[in-house]
Protein backbone atom coordinates (compact mmCIF):
# COMPACT_ATOMS: atom_id res chain seq x y z
CA UNK A 1 0.00 0.00 0.00
CA UNK A 2 1.45 3.52 -0.96
CA UNK A 3 -0.17 6.33 0.55
CA UNK A 4 0.84 10.03 -0.05
CA UNK A 5 -0.87 13.02 1.31
CA UNK A 6 -1.86 16.35 -0.07
CA UNK A 7 -3.51 19.91 0.78
CA UNK A 8 -1.13 21.01 2.83
CA UNK A 9 -0.04 24.58 3.06
CA UNK A 10 0.49 27.95 4.78
CA UNK A 11 -2.46 29.84 6.09
CA UNK A 12 -3.36 32.21 8.89
CA UNK A 13 -4.82 31.43 11.92
CA UNK A 14 -8.58 30.73 12.55
CA UNK A 15 -8.38 29.49 8.80
CA UNK A 16 -9.12 25.66 7.23
CA UNK A 17 -7.78 23.29 5.37
CA UNK A 18 -8.42 19.68 4.11
CA UNK A 19 -6.04 17.54 3.64
CA UNK A 20 -5.90 13.85 1.45
CA UNK A 21 -4.75 10.68 2.03
CA UNK A 22 -4.35 9.31 -1.50
CA UNK A 23 -3.80 4.61 -1.01
CA UNK A 24 -3.18 2.54 -4.33
CA UNK A 25 -1.32 -0.28 -4.66
CA UNK A 26 -3.97 -2.09 -2.47
CA UNK A 27 -7.68 -1.06 -1.17
CA UNK A 28 -7.77 0.20 2.27
CA UNK A 29 -11.74 -0.38 2.73
CA UNK A 30 -11.07 -3.04 5.41
CA UNK A 31 -7.75 -1.09 7.32
CA UNK A 32 -8.41 1.21 10.24
CA UNK A 33 -6.21 4.85 9.34
CA UNK A 34 -5.01 7.51 11.08
CA UNK A 35 -3.60 10.81 11.03
CA UNK A 36 -0.32 11.84 12.98
CA UNK A 37 1.74 15.15 13.22
CA UNK A 38 5.33 16.12 13.81
CA UNK A 39 5.97 19.29 14.86
CA UNK A 40 9.69 20.78 14.27
CA UNK A 41 12.21 19.42 17.37
CA UNK A 42 9.15 17.15 18.57
CA UNK A 43 7.63 13.72 18.60
CA UNK A 44 5.48 12.31 16.30
CA UNK A 45 1.69 12.66 17.71
CA UNK A 46 -1.27 11.11 17.69
CA UNK A 47 -4.39 13.47 16.12
CA UNK A 48 -7.09 11.37 14.16
CA UNK A 49 -8.02 7.74 13.78
CA UNK A 50 -10.71 5.51 12.38
CA UNK A 51 -12.19 2.61 11.65
CA UNK A 52 -12.68 0.44 8.63
CA UNK A 53 -16.17 1.59 8.03
CA UNK A 54 -16.16 4.84 9.66
CA UNK A 55 -18.35 3.76 12.79
CA UNK A 56 -15.43 4.02 15.39
CA UNK A 57 -13.36 7.33 15.69
CA UNK A 58 -10.79 8.85 17.67
CA UNK A 59 -9.00 12.15 18.31
CA UNK A 60 -6.51 14.04 20.32
CA UNK A 61 -7.55 16.46 23.03
CA UNK A 62 -6.10 18.88 20.89
CA UNK A 63 -7.89 18.93 18.25
CA UNK A 64 -11.23 17.79 19.23
CA UNK A 65 -14.08 19.89 17.94
CA UNK A 66 -12.08 21.68 15.41
CA UNK A 67 -10.49 18.60 13.45
CA UNK A 68 -12.72 15.90 11.28
CA UNK A 69 -11.64 12.45 10.16
CA UNK A 70 -13.36 10.79 7.38
CA UNK A 71 -12.52 8.24 4.41
CA UNK A 72 -14.16 7.30 1.24
CA UNK A 73 -13.44 3.52 0.71
CA UNK A 74 -14.55 3.94 -3.15
CA UNK A 75 -12.04 6.72 -3.89
CA UNK A 76 -9.54 4.93 -1.56
CA UNK A 77 -8.88 7.70 0.05
CA UNK A 78 -9.28 9.42 3.70
CA UNK A 79 -9.45 12.85 4.49
CA UNK A 80 -8.89 15.50 7.56
CA UNK A 81 -10.95 18.68 7.41
CA UNK A 82 -9.13 21.09 9.50
CA UNK A 83 -10.93 23.77 11.29
CA UNK A 84 -9.79 27.12 13.51
CA UNK A 85 -6.40 26.56 12.82
CA UNK A 86 -4.02 27.33 15.08
CA UNK A 87 -0.29 28.07 15.08
CA UNK A 88 0.40 25.27 17.42
CA UNK A 89 -1.18 23.16 14.47
CA UNK A 90 2.25 23.81 12.34
CA UNK A 91 3.59 20.52 11.40
CA UNK A 92 4.16 17.39 8.81
CA UNK A 93 0.89 15.82 9.11
CA UNK A 94 1.25 11.65 8.25
CA UNK A 95 -1.99 9.36 7.38
CA UNK A 96 -0.89 5.97 8.32
CA UNK A 97 -2.54 2.70 7.66
CA UNK A 98 -3.02 -0.41 9.56
CA UNK A 99 -4.54 -4.64 9.13
CA UNK A 100 -6.56 -4.50 11.61
CA UNK A 101 -10.04 -2.75 11.28
CA UNK A 102 -10.17 -0.76 14.71
CA UNK A 103 -8.17 2.46 14.80
CA UNK A 104 -5.48 3.02 17.17
CA UNK A 105 -3.55 6.24 18.82
CA UNK A 106 -0.40 4.37 18.94
CA UNK A 107 1.66 4.76 15.80
CA UNK A 108 3.36 1.13 16.13
CA UNK A 109 -0.13 -0.05 15.42
CA UNK A 110 0.24 1.17 11.96
CA UNK A 111 2.10 -0.68 8.81
CA UNK A 112 2.07 1.89 6.20
CA UNK A 113 2.79 5.73 6.08
CA UNK A 114 2.88 8.37 3.63
CA UNK A 115 5.43 10.86 2.94
CA UNK A 116 3.84 13.89 4.89
CA UNK A 117 2.56 17.42 3.83
CA UNK A 118 3.61 20.58 5.65
CA UNK A 119 0.83 22.42 7.26
CA UNK A 120 2.04 26.10 8.56
CA UNK A 121 -0.10 28.27 10.67
CA UNK A 122 1.04 31.95 11.15
CA UNK A 123 0.30 35.45 10.80
Known amino acids: VQLVESGGGLLQPGGSLRLSCAAS????????MGWFRQAPGKEREFVAA????????YYADSVKGRFTISRDNSKNTMYLQMNSLAPEDTAVYYC?????????????????WGQGTQVTVSS
Open 96 to 112: AATYYSLPSSQSDSYHY
Open 50 to 57: MSWNGDTR
Open 25 to 32: GHSISSYA
